[in-house]
């Protein structure tokens, strides 16, 4: 495949011998796989051997032809040829509940495909996938951590987020510049009760890391209406947005709501 191709794709190509252990990490009983991005179908090999229903969505129509040649003899093998962001998956889950959801992701939309998933993990089993170590990284991040942001928060109000293993640049070809992670989401039994003004309230809270959360808040809220909210809360005056949980964000949310 030539590298402009691969460039436009975002594709890296798995190694069969990570694929299989990556597969392994999966522990699927009668619940159908949702594989996003399968690319040549390296892991799809491996999910196939789960004797599961899997659908695969790939952008990509000669990735699509080769799969669809490779897996012809399996009939629990089907492919669509769609941009996973342009795909229903609600209409999936509602069609196959408790599915898994998986995939090697595309390093240039890795973020947005996560972001857009997780409204619908409480439908599924889970994610189990992979993504540029520095995103899981932030995926995972708990608060006070370097790597905790608005992400981090998105993301944990629904899931349940972990790291499962590191995967270098050799395992891939072409060998990316960075080192991959794979990560489990699994849906909260109980996700965060926010608006998704909340979630807007989170990036702008978030928008001058490292500082206090108070004066990112200023330029649209009153200083003095985020230091007695604070109060309400028993925070000091001088705490950031990565100290707080996504629960506590939310109870400082709907403290600063109360006053104005």
Not at 162 to 178: D, H, L, M, T
């Amino acid at each position: 495949m030539d590298r402009a191709r691969r460039r436009k794709f975002g594709q890296n190509f798995l190694n069969d011998a990570t694929a299989a252990l990556i597969a392994s990490d999966l522990l699927v009983s009668t619940e159908s796989i949702l594989e996003i991005g399968p690319g040549h179908g390296a892991l799809t090999q491996h999910l196939l051997k789960k004797n599961t229903p899997l659908l695969a969505v790939e952008i990509d129509e000669l990735c699509v032809s080769v799969l669809r040649e490779k897996f012809a003899e399996f009939q629990n093998f089907s492919v669509v040829n769609q941009n996973f962001l342009d795909f229903d998956l609600r209409k999936f889950l509602d069609v196959n509940p408790k599915a898994w959801i998986t995939g090697n992701l595309p390093y240039n939309v890795s973020t947005a495909i996560v972001a857009d998933l997780m409204p619908f993990l409480k439908y599924s089993s889970g994610f189990m996938g992979m993504v540029q170590l520095e995103v899981a990284e932030r995926l995972c991040a708990k608060p006070a951590s370097k790597a905790y942001g608005s992400l981090s928060v998105w993301v944990q109000a629904h899931a349940q987020a972990q790291i499962v293993r590191r995967v270098g640049p050799e395992n891939f070809s072409p060998k990316p510049n960075v080192d991959s992670a794979t990560i489990m989401l699994k849906p909260l039994e109980c996700p965060l009760q926010a608006p998704i003004a909340f979630f807007e309230w989170v990036q702008i809270a978030f928008s001058m890391k490292r500082k206090r959360i108070a004066n990112s808040l200023s330029k649209h809220f009153e200083k003095a209406l985020v230091f007695e909210a604070l109060a309400s809360l028993g925070l000091s005056e001088n705490t950031r947005a990565e100290e707080l949980s996504p629960q506590k964000l939310l109870d400082l949310y709907q403290a600063l709501q109360s006053k104005i």
